[in-house]
Every structure is written in C-alpha cells, then in structure tokens.
C-alpha cells in the first residue's frame, strides 16, 4: 500500500506483512488507526483501519493459515531433535597432532 508522509510528502509503502500486523495489533488493542513510520522523517503517519481492511480484505484468513503452518514447522523441527542419535562423549577422542597429554 503507498501511503505519502503528511509531514515531508514522500512517498513510501507498507507491506503486506506489516500491514497484517498492523491489522492484528489493531484488532487485539481495539484500537482504529495504524501509525505508518515514515522512512525519511521518522515521524508517525496515522492510518484508518478501514482502509488498510480494504488493501487487505482477507487478512483474518491469511492470519489464520499462516498461524497454522508455523505450528505445522514447530512440530516437524522438533521431531527430528528427539530421533536425532547421541553423540559420542569427548573423552574418547584422541588429542590432535602435536599436543600432549599431562
């Protein structure tokens, strides 16, 4: 979505990304408007939440599945730590070339 500063009028955008968790933190602090950093100025531009809904209608959706697959990637990283098999201790390792044992 391009949004212009009204501070410095430079043009610039928020991603998709941003804007759904914007539309979140919206969405869990009740609130209406988004404060877009402006990249130049640093200043906060207020965003209606109205229109960010409208850049991105299906974000309750998209919120959802992508809640879903990272606990589908949680599960699956840690299966292969718990089959992972042990290692073998250090003290049977012999010492490198060179270095003697005290």
Known sequence: ???R???CQTMFSISQDEMLAGLEHMEEHKQAYYDA?????????RVE????????????KTLKTMAKESAQAGTETEKPAAT??????????????GVKKK
């Open 84 to 97: 992972a098999p042990k290692k073998a201790s250090t003290t049977d390792k012999q010492p490198p070339a």
């Open 49 to 60: 939440r109205a229109r960010m809904e409208r850049f991105f209608p299906d974000w309750k």
């Open 5 to 7: 500063c009204t501070y």
């Open 1 to 3: 979505m391009q949004l």
């Open 37 to 45: 950093h402006c990249p130049k100025c640093r200043r906060a531009n």
